[in-house]
Every structure is written in structure tokens, then in C-alpha cells.
């Protein structure tokens, strides 16, 4: 059948078992002396309107609709024949069955990127498990891949790949579709500073996530120095002063400051602290 609107047909896999006096069986499918050969219906002349075999033992669809058959032939032996329907009516995405991808999307800015983990059912009842591998898209143009903000992770649906680009105090949602048929994962962005940058905020699920009126939380302050020693640095972080107010007494070094002097200014002005 085709499938779905992707222009590409179903394929077969053919294997061939040997059958010796005793009864023992062999699997001779790939074997040099095995050859395979599509037929006409109930006819020895060559299908060449139906089916092709290639790669040895697969099948594939010529684009016209019919009954051919296959058979298959092991040190001049022929096995019997395999009758195989092509039809016109395509098969279409019946349910997403999995789609996976992690709950913090963590990197760094820009380069940080995922490919997600989809498989589906179609309404033939055959699956596909993996339908994004590492030269993109099994089936290209049967699923779209889309985000409900790019600018904060993006997808494509070619590749399957997503791409980090900012911060988010929400979670942000992934969703693939084929034809009526869509399902959605949810994930956190979250960036990792990169050499010489700062970042704020949980290093797992939504960084500084939304709080309400009279919450009080902790916010990390990471700088990755990329390896280097680093004599002396100084932070602002600056916040609406509206909205919130830093604790003071609650303003100190985390567990992975190095060592050395650790100094800081809260209130002064009320929208910024410094390190």
C-alpha cells in the first residue's frame, strides 16, 4: 500500500527455509546460491508492472495495482510461490504509539540539540518503531513536528531534531501530527552556560520556574570560567524590585564556590545584587 500521502510505498522482506530429509530446517534467506524472482499471476513470464526485488530479498512496489507472486530458487531448487497484493488504497498513521524526548532539553545556547523518539501504528495494523533515525526521517512527509514557541526550542520535522535556544519559565510543548492523528510531549529548557557566560536557576526542570505572591525560593548564580583560573569576577543581577526582594542574610556562596573571598551588595539599589 502507500503510505499515507509520502508518495512511498510499503516494502516486503522475503525469507526462504530449506526443509532436508530429516526434517531439519535451514534459514538460507541470504545465502549466495538463494536468487528470488517476481512473477505474473499463475504465468512464468517476468512481473514488471507489479513488484521489483532488490537488496536480494526485498520487495518493493512498482506503483501499479495487482496480484503478483514471488518465488524462490536455492541451488536450482524452487520454492513454492508467494502470492503479494499491491493496491492503490494507502495506509494512513492509525495512533502515535511513542513519543519520547527529555523532560530538560539542557545545553548550551544555540547548540544544545535532541532528536525525538517517535513510532506510530498504521491502519494496517503494521508499526514502524522508529520513525526518526540518524539520516532524519524513515518516512519524509508523514509526520510534522512543530512547537508551540520556536523561539525558545525549535523542531524540524525532516530531521527530527530539536534545538535549545533560550530559557523558559514555563514548559514548553512538542507536538507531532500525521493527517488527524497527534500527540504531545512536554519539557523544560534550560541552558547551560557556555565558557565564559552565566546562568540562573535550577540546572533541572524549568530553571526559575513561576512562584506565587509571598514565595520564597533560592536562585543559583553558575558561571562556567571553560577550565580557567579566574583571579577575581564581579555579577550584577538585576530584577524588578517590584515584584521582588532579595533576602539578604539568604545571599551566600553556593557549594561550588572555589575558595577565596566571596563578597556581595543586596539592596543597594533594591533591583540588583552583587557578587
Do not use: C
Not at 517476468?46 to 541451488?75: H, M, P, T, W, Y
Not at 491502519?123 to 514557541?149: F, H
Not at 523544560?188 to 565558557?195: E, S, T, V
Amino acid at each position: 500500500n502507500p503510505i499515507a500521502s509520502t508518495g512511498l510505498y510499503q516494502q516486503g522482506i522475503v525469507s526462504m527455509i530449506l526443509t532436508l530429509q530429516d526434517r531439519s530446517t535451514i534459514d538460507v534467506t541470504s545465502q549466495s546460491k538463494s536468487s528470488y524472482r517476481a512473477l505474473q499471476k499463475g504465468s512464468n513470464n517476468l512481473d514488471v508492472e507489479i513488484l521489483s526485488i532488490s537488496s536480494k530479498n526485498r520487495i518493493r512496489a512498482r506503483g501499479k495495482s495487482g496480484v503478483a507472486e514471488i518465488e524462490g530458487s536455492f541451488s536450482g531448487r524452487q520454492s513454492s510461490r508467494l502470492a503479494v497484493s499491491v493496491t492503490s488504497s494507502p495506509v494512513v498513521v492509525k495512533a502515535i504509539q511513542s513519543f519520547r524526548f527529555s523532560s530538560t532539553f539542557s545545553g548550551i545556547k544555540n547548540k544544545a540539540t535532541e532528536r525525538v523518539r517517535i513510532g506510530a501504528q498504521f491502519s494496517d495494523d503494521t508499526r514502524y518503531d522508529t520513525l526518526y533515525n540518524g539520516g532524519g526521517a524513515v518516512l519524509p512527509g508523514l509526520l510534522n513536528l512543530t512547537s508551540n514557541d520556536p523561539s525558545i526550542v525549535s523542531i524540524n520535522s525532516a530531521s527530527g531534531i530539536a534545538s535549545l535556544h533560550d530559557n523558559y519559565q514555563e514548559l514548553i510543548t512538542l507536538t507531532t501530527a500525521a493527517g488527524l492523528v497527534s500527540r504531545s510531549v512536554r519539557t523544560a529548557a534550560n541552558l547551560i552556560p557556555d565558557g565564559g557566560d552565566v546562568d540562573l536557576g535550577s540546572t533541572t526542570g524549568v530553571p526559575l520556574p513561576s512562584r506565587k505572591v509571598g514565595d520564597k525560593f533560592t536562585v543559583a548564580v553558575r558561571v562556567n570560567t571553560d577550565g580557567e583560573s579566574v583571579g577575581t569576577l564581579k555579577l550584577n543581577v538585576q530584577f524588578d524590585d517590584k515584584k521582588l526582594k532579595v533576602i539578604a542574610a539568604g545571599t551566600v556562596q553556593g557549594s561550588g564556590w572555589p575558595g577565596g573571598t566571596f563578597l556581595k551588595t543586596v539592596n543597594d539599589p533594591a533591583w540588583k545584587v552583587s557578587f
